[in-house]
């Protein structure tokens, strides 16, 4: 991930990294037909992009497992329920720091 360039170096805040430059590419977003959603993470906290195309295929997997997903499931505890953020990014990202990595624990 390149980042952005400042050659007049007049940042307003100089202590916080200027954000990439282009969006991920589909290589590195979607391994094996998957996101790589700690990528996604990492780019997106640093204010990166990605595609429209790209943003449509995770819409469209998303929509694909909320609707296969039964309207009552059943989990075993310990869990983390997570309520509305709002589609606010850096809440998301406070409750998976909080939390712990999604892939080691259980969010409803």
Partial sequence: ???LKDPKGDRQVNTIPTPPHRP???ELLFIDDKPNWKLLKEHLFK???I???QLMKLVDMCNYHLKNEGNVIYVD????VVGDIH???YDLMKVLEMGGDPEQ???V
């Fill in 1 to 3: 991930m390149d980042l």
């Fill in 24 to 26: 991920l590419s589909e």
């Fill in 47 to 49: 204010e990166g992009r």
């Fill in 51 to 53: 595609t429209k195309s």
């Fill in 77 to 80: 505890d310990p869990l983390t």
């Fill in 87 to 89: 589609g606010q990014y």
């Fill in 105 to 107: 624990g259980k969010y």
